[in-house]
């Protein structure tokens, strides 16, 4: 084979050569050798045009009546997706929200600590920061002094009160003997045998013991009113020891607030705007906390989206920052009014200048769990998905066309 194909080389390279320099005899009979070849390749050719022309006809004829079958059933197929569907209300306008509050306390004070740094994750209940409270530990401690005292008076009162009773009753029971010993001076007055001395200082004591009766009912009457009119009254329903309690109760709280606990789960933010030492008023602001346990979706849809969207309808919430995940939750509520409404300047639509503009809505869109999913952060873009189980139905030409006019809702004025 080796032989062979060395040969055949060989014969190759001689053609080669021998064609290099070619006779006019050579020419003449490679041209006359070369007219049947080039016959053969045009029949070739012609050949399988035909074949390809009839192939493509062949195909033509199968593809054809298939797509005019297929026709109707896209047209049936389409005609029941776009009936059917519609009923899913999508905005990609929409953003997560949460409860952000300003962490603040109802006391003056000088920071003694400040027990988390920024962007920590807290706990409800956790301390946030404490205030200096060596004055409130002071006020508490007099409020408390005083509230034994208000006990102590109380008592002193009850026990007024049954002193004037019995004073009263001693009075009333001597006024009976000095009433006889009056009568009996103004008898022998009469006959000579008293003198009119012995009568006046009779009338004088019958006088006097009447006085004590009615200074012991006066001195009864004043601690009975400091009682609230009710002798038997309760330390705990007297008006005294109330409003020393009430001060207590405020000094306790006062000194309960200088520290300051996280009202809810989340994360607190811009922490560095206080520091140890620093002097806070009441009621101002330390740092933020962001709330991370019960979030919410402000969506703004379209006008002409909210058509069939309810309170309680579910929904499904895609994130931008986290694509592929999906949360539930439920529309909690609709905007009375659209965004524009409460802007600074809202639209004056009856001036001449009028245009419209689809106006927007807000909906807010409850999230019903967080756990085991990443955490969401306020002012992440998301999508928002109502399922209104309300399909689109049938156009109103079609409607009109068959006479199946819809039923207009009661109410409803008519132009």
Do not use: C
């Amino acid at each position: 084979m080796l032989d062979q194909e060395s040969n055949g080389t060989q014969g190759s390279n001689v053609t080669q050569e021998s064609s290099a320099e070619p006779t006019d005899a050579g020419v003449r009979s490679l041209r006359h050798e070369g007219k049947p070849q080039q016959v053969f390749k045009v029949k070739s050719k012609k050949l399988l045009l035909r074949l390809n022309l009839e192939k493509a006809k062949t195909s033509r004829d199968i593809i054809r009546p298939a797509l005019f079958a297929l026709l109707p059933i896209a047209l049936v197929v389409g005609t029941f997706v776009y009936v059917t569907g519609g009923q899913i209300a999508s905005t990609d306008n929409a953003y997560v929200a949460a409860s952000t509050i300003s962490v603040s306390t109802d006391v003056a004070g000088t920071v003694k600590s400040v027990e988390v740094v920024n962007n920590q994750p807290v706990k409800q209940g956790q301390v946030l920061y404490t205030l200096q409270s060596d004055s409130f530990r002071t006020s508490l401690a007099g409020a408390q002094a005083q509230l034994e005292t208000v006990r102590t008076q109380v008592a002193t009162i009850k026990a007024s009160y049954k002193l004037s009773l019995a004073q009263i009753a001693q009075a009333q029971a001597e006024l009976p003997f000095y009433q006889t010993a009056y009568d009996r001076q103004q008898a022998l007055v009469k006959t000579g045998a008293a003198s009119k001395a012995a009568n006046d200082q009779a009338k004088h004591d019958l006088d006097v013991q009447q006085q004590k009766v009615l200074i012991a009912q006066a001195q009864a009457e004043a601690a009975l009113a400091q009682l609230d009119g009710n002798p038997d009254q309760s330390l705990e329903d007297n008006a005294f020891y109330k409003q020393a309690k009430t001060a207590v109760e405020n000094a306790q709280r006062d000194l309960e607030d200088t520290i300051v606990r996280a009202p809810f789960d989340g994360v607190v933010t811009n922490v560095n705007a206080i520091q140890v030492g620093s002097y806070l008023q009441a009621a101002q602001a330390a740092f933020s906390l962001v709330a991370t346990s019960q979030m919410w979706v402000d969506a703004s849809p379209k006008e002409t989206e909210i058509t069939d969207v309810r309170p309680g309808q579910n929904a499904t919430i895609t994130v931008d920052t986290y694509p592929g995940l999906v949360w539930h939750g439920k529309v909690d509520s609709i905007s009375p009014a659209s965004s524009s409404s409460f802007s600074l300047l809202p639209a004056q639509n009856t001036t001449g200048n009028w245009v419209k503009v689809v106006q927007r809505v807000p909906v807010r869109v409850l999230i019903d769990s967080t756990q085991d999913m990443p955490q969401l952060r306020v002012g992440m873009s998301a999508t928002v998905n109502v399922d209104t189980q309300h399909p689109r139905g049938w156009p109103q030409f079609v409607l009109d066309l068959f006479g199946a006019h819809a039923k207009p809702t009661s109410g409803t004025a008519h132009g």
